[in-house]
């Protein structure tokens, strides 16, 4: 709700699973970027994010992905970055925090593409 008050065109997936079958289905290019909670259901957040960097198709495989989790330890934010993830957001959420990370993220993804 708050993405899509800011603007943002959101669509869900209620787990790991189902995000990569969407990622694998889906022209590249469809999604700017995935906001990825670490603790889904069925595969959690770490495992969906290798499963999508190891598509074959590269602009797929390349999808920024952005951590969204309540673990924001030093060490959360790295197995976040081992897992491939391009950002990480500590939950409880803060808007401007939010929007910002999204930001960078995309702006550094445009500027390597």
């Known amino acids: 709700m708050i993405l899509e008050q800011n603007g943002i065109t959101v669509e869900r997936a209620e787990?790991?699973?189902?995000?990569v079958d969407i990622m694998e289905h889906t022209e590249p290019g469809y999604y700017d970027m995935i906001l990825m909670d670490i603790q889904i259901?069925?595969?959690?957040?770490?495992?969906?994010?290798?499963?999508?960097?190891?598509?074959?198709?590269?602009?797929?495989a390349s999808i920024p992905i952005v951590?969204?989790?309540?673990?924001?330890?030093?060490?959360?934010?790295?197995?976040?970055?081992?897992?491939?993830?391009?950002?990480h957001i500590a939950k409880p959420i803060d808007v401007n925090v939010m929007l910002k990370a999204m930001t960078e993220v995309l702006r550094a993804h445009r500027e390597d593409s």
């Open 67 to 87: 951590a969204m989790t309540a673990n924001a330890f030093k060490e959360d934010v790295r197995s976040a970055e081992e897992a491939g993830m391009n950002g």
């Open 15 to 19: 787990n790991g699973q189902i995000t």
């Open 41 to 60: 259901p069925v595969m959690d957040g770490y495992e969906a994010t290798r499963a999508i960097r190891a598509l074959e198709d590269a602009d797929k």
